[in-house]
Nanobody
């Protein structure tokens, strides 16, 4: 089992930027995909971004061109750089990983380890 801990959330004005971090421990970090999800009040948890072990990335449609996911295997940390933030980006952001050989980013059940979440609030 892996432990995940997010940090970097906060309050920012629309158009601003934030960088989230997720520190992982407990298993070989670089072998597994790492993802970010978010959940706004009253809404389902939504896929944001994923980075595979080989470094390729995938983004949700609502964040393409504005968010960038990256990983530093020397620090066992994955990052989410969020630019041009909008009020609709307000949510709790979660880091997650999957130990499954096959997974779908639209199925949160395929991700078996989650962090506690960090709040991002974008004011208009």
């Amino acid at each position: 089992q892996v432990q995940l801990a997010e940090s970097g959330g906060g309050l920012v004005q629309a158009g601003g930027s934030l960088r989230l971090s997720c520190a992982a421990s407990g298993r070989t970090f670089s072998r597994y995909p790492m993802a970010w999800f978010r959940q706004a009040p009253g809404k389902e948890r939504e896929f944001v971004a994923l980075i595979r072990s080989g470094g390729s990335t995938l983004y949700g449609d609502s964040v393409k061109g504005r968010f960038t996911i990256s990983r530093d295997s020397t620090k066992n940390t994955v990052y989410l750089q969020m630019n041009s933030l909008k009020p609709e980006d307000t949510a709790v952001y979660y880091c997650a990983t999957s130990s499954r050989p096959y997974y779908r980013v639209d199925n949160v059940g395929d991700f078996d380890s989650w962090g506690q979440g960090t709040q991002v609030t974008v004011s208009s």
